[in-house]
């Protein structure tokens, strides 16, 4: 039995150095301390040994069952710490990796030219109205001095829904909104999206405006100029100058065509100012009488300027853009190019 017990103890050496993960260790465990393992079947074996040995023999089982649980308890420990490293290894962050690009989006350039008016005529104390897309006939035309079978109404190609509803054509509508809600001293901006049936490299079936209306005693032409120079210079920059053509929209009296000196080539005559100095950029006018009467307003005690901007047509010329239809296509690689 002596013997044996060697054999077993050189044997546990063995199978401890390969002792190295869970598994392996669950396995040295059955196979020397579990219910059937070789150290419980030495006790049993005790009952054949001579009885006057069985003591001193029992003595060795016992020191190699210590042993032995020592041992297991060593390797124990070091699977522990094997597992903790493996798993720092496989958790380790590597600095050196480069990070992911992660690309900040940007405001559309109609966006960034309709704040930037806006900007000019907050800081003229200008307050924000926003009206409907849909609007009624009469907001739309009847009321801005364009009664039905006028043939004002040719000059936009109206989207009607029903006889009396209709896609805004203007913001122009938005004029008689306000001036049915607010008493003068009135001076508002209205941006919106307007609706024309008319579609090619500059036009477009849905675009942008923005209206301006100040009402108020005393308000002349003088005034329109005077905010309409700001506007530009803060647009196209400091040296430009702007002039009024006279023109005709049927809600101001007199009405003109504002034109800015071409920004490209200082005035001289180029291909954008198409070899006039001037490029035209907006309408505007006199609010005619019959509109301010139209709101219940005395024409004769107050008088008011209005005008009306297309922001695509300012967005176009300000970046150069000759074709209205990438402002709606989306195209990453066109409005990129805004990232401030
Ligand atoms: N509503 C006009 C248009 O869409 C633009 C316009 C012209 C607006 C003169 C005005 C104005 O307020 O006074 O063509």
Redesign the pocket.
């Known amino acids: 039995m002596q013997t044996d017990i060697e054999a077993l103890r050189a044997q546990m050496r063995e199978d401890l150095k390969k002792v190295d993960s869970a598994d392996t260790l669950k396995n040295f465990w059955q196979e020397y301390l579990g219910k059937n393992g070789r150290i419980p079947a030495l006790m049993k074996d005790l009952r054949n040994v001579a009885p006057e040995d069985r003591p001193s023999m029992g003595k060795i089982i016992n020191e190699l069952k210590n042993r032995v649980q020592e041992s297991y308890k060593e390797a124990e420990a070091r699977v522990k710490e094997l597992e903790l490293t493996s798993q720092n290894e496989a958790e380790t962050v590597d600095i050196t990796m480069p990070a992911k690009i992660r690309q900040n989006g940007s405001l559309h350039p109609i966006t960034l030219v309709r704040n930037q008016i806006i900007d000019v005529f907050a800081g003229m104390g200008f307050e924000i109205y926003e009206g409907p897309e849909i609007e009624d006939d009469t907001h739309c035309f009847t009321r801005l001095n364009v009664p039905k079978d006028h043939p004002a109404r040719d ?2 190609d109206t989207f009607y829904l029903t006889d009396e509803l209709l896609l805004r ?4 509508a938005g ?1 008689i909104r306000v001036m049915d809600a607010e008493k003068p001293p009135i001076k508002v901006l209205v941006p919106g999206r ?1 609706f024309r049936s008319d579609s090619d490299a500059t036009h477009s079936p849905m675009f942008h ?1 923005m ?3 100040v009402v108020d005693k005393d308000i002349t032409l003088c005034d329109l100029q005077g905010m309409l120079d700001e506007l530009c210079r803060n647009l196209f920059g400091s040296e430009v100058r702007t002039r009024l053509r006279p023109s005709y ?1 049927p ?2 009296e007199p ?1 003109v065509e504002v034109d800015v000196s071409c920004f490209e080539c200082g005035g001289k005559g180029c291909g954008l100012c198409k070899h006039t100095g001037w490029i035209e950029i907006l ?3 006199v609010v005619n009488r019959k509109v301010l009467e139209n709101c219940g307003i005395d024409p004769d005690v107050y008088s008011g300027i ?3 901007i297309g922001i695509e047509r300012i967005a176009m010329l300000k970046y150069g853009i000759n074709n209205i239809g990438l402002f709606f296509q989306n195209n990453i690689r066109f409005l990129e190019q805004f990232r401030a």
Do not use: D, R
């Not at 054509?169 to 122009?172: A, I, L």
């Open positions: 000059m936009q054509t203007q913001t122009s004029q307007v405006q209206e301006g209306l929209f809600f101001t009405s309408g505007g006018g209005a005008f009306g």
